[in-house]
């Protein structure tokens, strides 16, 4: 190891350790009371008929924030292709399938409809209950791929066309943007939530656009998960380099 | 009006997305005419917002327009500054799209719009971070922004070099941006809240009696996060390895605009958090950024100057001049500020260009190495001219805009700082001119070749084969470019233009003085005659054996540069450090 | 009873955290942030916070450790790869 | 305990960098990475708990009932797992490609970029 950077390290590390520390003991003791912005939150939240505060927060206070965050998604999704797309010298082997225990088999067969279906309901309560576009969008993403384990590669890339999730993916985060853009044009803020009613409190169509955003977060994540996944194991299962290169 | 601002962001996001859901069935023109269409109305949107900027726009988004004082929105600035790095990066987008037209490298397939997508998140990205007026939010577009430019960094993964500077600059700006999330998260501990201007008056309400540890903690990881991406030393080891292999199109927006986005946001940052009376005193931020910027230029210069490989070079005359604008805003003074405008707007227009002129070498050659190019660039005149132009440009040759915005910072720093002025722009030309003096003049002999350096030979065009001419494309751009970083400094009223941009209580405007004439003729006589020195004696001028220690410390190695950050942030807390002991 | 729970949880993070930097295999590695996706996600709900936990639960304990996972096998056939042809 | 939490993500942060900087393996460091964005989890979530309070989900407490922990930070953190994933994804994928073309992830073993 070199030496020089073990000094910096050690430097570095105990001048930081010691601004932090020193940081943690004038903070506010853990648990406190004080949360201004957070009291506000929960007050918006409420006038708008959204029982989860945070989805309130999410996609309709700070959905600002969502979207961002949303474009870093499909940025990344985007950078991904972009990165592991097949090479010059890169052809691809169709793998061979590979062996798996029954029971494994069996296993995994029986829970990705469960994992599917709990994904889609997690993306459907967001506003109600823990869990919204992020969550269930991940899980059913995941869930898709248990048909690794459970079929075999061939099987899995026949229910999973990449250019429709590809698609997909780009078309909720317009559908998420559309629906920002909709009160500018009716003559508000972007992304305002004034132009649908808010419902009734605790019931799926409540909270204006939260659900519809949330919609749109759900799809977007969920076929982002599984273009990632795919194109990392096409590159760990399938893409070979030319011998000799 | 104020409804619109959000839509700089929207816009390209949009376009972005229409472009990867049609794209694998447009053909690659269409592509590319979205791609402008999009990216040239954003810009013109932006400059009509700019001119409407005074008084300053502010938009809540979603609607929620603060109850009292208190919002539970996000707020988004449209005053002169951000909107004018907003155009900024708006028109430098155009110009790499344009840049890139029809030759750039074939897109991969069944994904023609990726590359034009990537360039769109990348400007509503930029526009985004310019126009944050909200602590957080900022935070949200600056890893956006990150995360586009690693990918665009590693777009040619046929090349060993770029995937590696694209894996440095991702570890290193990802740690960056954590520390700045880090520093987020305390200042919302003291404050409760995430508008810039909000925790500002939060901090003044808590700690009348001045700032205590937990402020300058959140003032040091908040401003590493921010110097990260400014490359101020010793933060700046990721930005060679990047900008030196990127694509050229994206060096122009890199280096022409991002890196200056990363000094912005600690002037924006500062001046809306810290400089009240709980935050952190002017003396103290004025001592971290001169010491950190005068360190930044010197280095980069001294590096700058003994790079062969092209790009490389440029990429550390970026790292130099990044450390003048940070010496120029550290001054805290309305002067300062505005030359440090006028100049980084000079210098994305010229770095820009010469990157693109590099590029041009490249694809045509399929190397950017000085010592194996000498003298084979004679036949392309044109390129050769606006490299040579290009230099004058960067060491500030009075009427560029680059020597207007340099005068007017010299003489708002004073003293000593002058000199570190004066000498990092002359010898960065000069390195710029030696290169054209050699590469398309064939003048002097072919240099050695040292022993730890980068050689830029053998490297893959950005187009498919090498060219046999260069296209007009990339002639006319950097052509463009350069007479925009001129007219900077010839259209009248331009300086005043900036000066009331940059701040209501202004300065009175940029004028053209006398002495600042003379700093800019002489820095430019410098550059010449260093030029001519390296071309005419090189042993005189080869690296002498003090500088083999500072180049050996740029050893390529990932885990060197997160040792060096946490070292600068040690550095940053020490300078910062009187000023929380006095209160 | 509470703040017990979270002092637990907060400790068995650092504990992890810590067992996962210093386990140099990354396949190893990879299971280890797995446990600590876990972990974190028990923090995050008796911090109160299941929306968290549960993103931590799919992000940080099954999609990213797959993600690295997948790396590992890609690295490791490259190699076997490499070295067969000679 | 009133400054547990915010000790554990300085640990957290610190370790994560003190395995970034002695990696030997570019996927292991992009893993000691996610451990330093963990820290910036636990530091909001502990920011905004309050001793007593419950989720800020009204579908099963009445609003007013009981006090209920910061919401906002929770947002924020959920935003920030995103980021944490996408990132990871990114840098992953860069890796494979040095493997590629360097033949090798250790960070020591590349000599490239230098000078």
């Known amino acids: 190891m070199n030496r020089l950077r073990l000094w910096l390290l050690a430097v570095g590390g105990a001048g930081l350790a010691a601004l932090l520390v020193a940081a943690c003991l004038d903070l506010p003791g853990f648990g406190g009371d004080r949360h201004p912005y957070g009291d506000r939150a929960v007050h918006a939240s409420l006038l708008r008929h959204t029982a989860n505060t945070v989805a309130s927060v999410n996609f309709d206070q700070r959905a600002y924030d969502t979207l961002g965050e949303m474009s870093i998604l499909f940025a990344a999704v985007l950078g991904c292709v972009v990165l592991l797309r097949q090479a010059r010298d890169e052809h691809r082997a169709p793998p061979e399938p590979a062996g798996v225990a029954r029971p494994v088999r069996r296993y995994a067969l029986l829970v990705l409809p469960v994992a599917l279906v709990t994904g889609l309901y997690v993306i459907a309560h967001g506003q109600l209950s823990p869990g919204g576009g992020f969550q269930g969008g991940v899980v059913a993403a995941t869930a898709l791929h248990l048909l690794y384990l459970g079929a075999d590669y061939g099987a899995l890339e026949r229910v999973r066309p990449l250019g429709v999730y590809e698609t997909t993916d780009a078309l909720a985060t317009g559908a998420y943007l559309v629906l920002g853009l909709a009160p500018v044009l009716a003559g508000t803020a972007f992304l305002a939530n004034t132009l649908l009613p808010y419902g009734t409190f605790n019931t799926l169509s409540s909270g204006g656009t939260v659900p519809l955003l949330n919609a749109a977060i759900g799809m977007e994540v969920a076929s982002a998960a599984v273009v990632l996944l795919a194109h990392f194991l096409d590159q760990a299962v399938e893409i070979e380099e030319e011998h000799g290169s | ?583 | 009873m509470a703040d017990a729970l979270i002092v637990v949880a907060l400790l068995l993070v650092a504990a992890s955290a810590t067992a996962a930097v210093a386990q140099r295999d990354p396949a190893r590695q990879a299971l280890v942030l797995s446990f600590m996706g876990v972990l974190l996600a028990a923090l995050f709900t008796v911090l109160q916070a299941p929306d968290v936990g549960l993103s931590q639960l799919a992000v940080g304990s099954a999609l990213t450790p797959l993600l690295i996972m997948l790396s590992v096998r890609k690295v490791r056939r490259r190699g076997r790869a490499r070295k067969e042809p000679e | 305990m009133h400054v547990l939490p915010y000790l554990v993500a300085v640990h957290l942060f610190l370790t994560g960098c003190y395995g970034l900087a002695t990696s030997r393996n570019l996927i292991h460091a992009v893993g000691c990475l996610a451990v330093c964005q963990s820290a910036t989890y636990v530091l909001l979530l502990a920011v905004g708990y309050r001793d007593g309070g419950t989720a800020p989900v009204f579908s099963d407490i009445r609003p007013g009932s009981r006090p209920v922990v910061d919401p906002v930070v929770q947002a924020l953190t959920l935003t920030d797992i995103v980021v944490g994933a996408t990132v990871t994804a990114l840098l992953l994928a860069l890796v494979l490609q040095i493997a590629k073309r360097h033949g090798t992830v250790d960070p020591d073993e590349l000599r490239e970029l230098r000078g």
């Not at chain 2, 932006?46 to 300053?56: D, I, R, T």
């Not at chain 2, 010793?234 to 990363?262: I, K, N, R, Y």
């Not at chain 2, 005068?294 to 092209?310: D, E, F, K, P």
Request: net charge neutral; with cysteine.
């Open chain 2, 1 to 583: 009006m104020r409804h619109l601002l959000p839509l700089l962001v929207a816009l390209p996001l949009l376009g972005a997305a229409l472009l990867v859901a049609t794209g694998r069935r447009l053909p690659r023109v269409a592509v590319e005419i979205t791609g402008f269409t999009v990216c040239g109305g954003t810009a013109a949107l932006a400059l009509v917002l700019l001119l409407n900027s005074a008084p300053p726009l502010t938009e809540w988004v979603g609607a929620w327009p603060p109850a009292g004082r208190e919002s539970v929105g996000i707020l988004v600035v449209g005053d002169g500054p951000a909107l004018g790095m907003a155009t900024l990066a708006s028109l430098l987008t155009l110009a790499a799209l344009a840049y890139s037209w029809r030759y750039f490298d074939a897109p991969p397939h069944g994904h023609t719009g990726a590359y034009t997508a990537l360039m769109l998140v990348f400007q509503g990205a930029m526009c985004g971070f310019a126009l944050a007026g909200d602590l957080f939010n900022a935070f949200v577009f600056f890893e956006l922004m990150s995360v586009v430019a690693y990918a665009l960094t590693g777009y040619r993964i046929d090349e060993a070099k770029a995937v590696q500077g694209a894996l440095t600059f991702g570890i290193v700006n990802s740690l960056g941006a954590y520390a700045l999330l880090m520093g987020i998260a305390l200042l919302y501990a003291r404050t409760g809240e995430l508008a810039m201007a909000r925790i500002g008056h939060g901090l003044d309400a808590a700690g009348p009696g001045g700032p205590d540890a937990l402020v300058l903690a959140s003032f040091v990881l908040v401003l590493t996060g921010l110097l990260v991406k400014a490359a101020a030393v010793p933060f700046h080891f990721w930005l060679p390895d990047a900008h030196a292999v990127a694509p050229t199109p994206v060096c122009m927006l890199l280096s022409g605009v991002m890196v200056e986005l990363g000094a912005y946001g600690v002037w924006r940052v500062y001046g809306t958090v810290f400089a009240g009376p709980g935050g952190i005193p002017a003396a103290d931020l004025t001592r971290a950024l001169v010491t950190l910027g005068a360190l930044t230029a010197v280095t980069g210069a001294v590096m700058c100057w003994y790079q062969r490989h092209i790009k490389r070079l440029l990429a550390y005359s970026t790292v130099a001049h990044t450390g003048l604008f940070l010496v120029g805003l550290g001054v805290l003074t309305p002067e300062a500020d505005d030359g440090v405008a006028l100049y980084l707007l000079g210098h994305a227009g010229v770095k820009a260009a010469l990157f693109a002129c590099a590029g041009a070498l490249l694809d045509r050659f399929g190397s950017v190495d000085e010592h194996s190019l000498h003298g084979r660039g004679r036949p392309l005149r044109a390129t050769g001219v606006m490299c040579a132009v290009g230099a004058l440009g960067l060491a500030g040759l009075p009427p560029f805009g680059t020597a207007l915005g340099k005068a007017v910072a010299e003489e708002a720093v004073g003293g000593p700082l002058t000199v570190v002025y004066v000498a990092a722009s002359a010898i960065t030309a000069g390195a710029v001119l030696r290169v054209t003096a050699r590469v398309f003049l064939g003048l002097g002999p072919r240099p050695r070749d040292a022993e730890y350096e980068t050689s830029g030979s053998h490297e893959e065009p950005e187009t498919t084969g090498l060219l046999s001419r260069v296209p007009d494309t990339m002639t006319t751009v950097p052509a463009v470019l350069l007479a925009a970083a001129l007219a900077m400094g010839v259209v009248p009223g331009f300086g005043a233009l900036v000066a009331r941009s940059v701040g209501p209580a202004g300065s009175g405007g940029a004028h053209w003085t006398a002495h600042g004439v003379l700093l800019g003729v002489a820095s430019t006589a410098l550059a010449v005659a260093l030029a001519g020195l390296a071309v005419t004696r090189p042993d005189w001028t080869a690296a002498p054996g003090w500088a083999a220690p500072l180049r050996r410390l740029q050893s390529g190695h990932v885990g060197d540069y997160v040792a060096w950050l946490l070292v600068g942030t040690t550095v940053l807390g020490a300078l910062a450090l009187p000023g929380v002991l006095g209160s």
